[in-house]
């Protein structure tokens, strides 16, 4: 199994500009979930979604940020327009249902908004 | 609502010492218990679970035996290695949420020397 597949995993952009990040949760699975991870807030969740459903948003901290999960194979998560205190590493993790809740994080995306 | 509490790091060790990582969990009803652990450059990866009172989780010589009666999850190692270095994730899975969403603390750095 390739497990939890996020791209880019280093993204370094200026202010003002459009993030996208990308991630593949792994097959079968259908529970998805992005998170934030920052020195200052450790790890937050942004936003998840069951069987490409968005269940969850309340994580995500302002309108220009956005995430999509148009189907089960694949979810993104925009920045518009991006700003230097959105730098952090972005996880993505998906999980079954039912079962004990165990989720399978990818390596993540380091972003750097200068 | 629910919260995980963990001890605050960095946690310096020599190699083959004995580790503690205090975990205390607020959270209605039974929730389940994990650690995660994350090491550099990575995305977190479940090292051990528990999933009712008294349960014990194990995996790669750790241990943490989840206790109702004092809300704890604590993690311990009888003789960590230099590969341990990493930082480790309390979390649980509750009724806030569904069940779905996992609640993190806020990590706790480990360091282990020659």
């Known amino acids: 199994d390739a497990g939890v597949i996020q791209s880019p995993r280093h993204e370094v952009t200026e202010m003002g500009q459009e993030v996208t990040l990308r991630c593949k949760p792994i097959s079968g699975h259908n529970s998805l979930f992005w998170y934030r991870q920052t020195m200052m807030r450790g790890l937050e969740l942004l936003i998840y979604f069951n069987n490409n459903v968005p269940i969850d948003d309340s994580g995500m901290p302002e309108d220009r940020f956005s995430a999509k999960m148009p189907n089960a194979s694949f979810s993104t998560l925009k920045i518009q327009p991006s700003e230097p205190r959105d730098s952090a590493v972005y996880f993505c993790a998906s999980r079954t249902s039912g079962g004990k809740n165990i989720q399978y994080f990818g390596a993540g995306t380091r972003l750097s908004v200068l | 609502g629910d919260s995980v509490t963990q001890m605050e790091g960095p946690v310096t060790l020599s190699e083959e010492a004995f580790l503690t990582i205090n975990c205390t969990y607020t959270?209605?009803?039974?929730?389940?218990l994990f650690w995660y652990v994350q090491y550099p450059g990575e995305g977190l990866q479940l090292l051990l679970k528990a999933t009712k009172a008294d349960d014990k989780g194990s995996n790669k010589g750790f241990e943490a035996t989840y206790r109702k009666e004092t809300t704890s999850f604590h993690l311990e190692k009888g003789s960590v290695q230099v590969s341990d270095s990493a930082v480790y994730f309390c979390?649980?899975?509750?009724?806030?949420?569904?069940?779905?969403?996992?609640?993190f603390g806020t990590g706790t750095q480990l360091k282990v020397e020659l």
């Open positions: 979390a649980l899975s509750g009724v806030t949420g569904g069940g779905n969403k996992l609640t």
């Open positions: 959270a209605t009803g039974y929730p389940s």
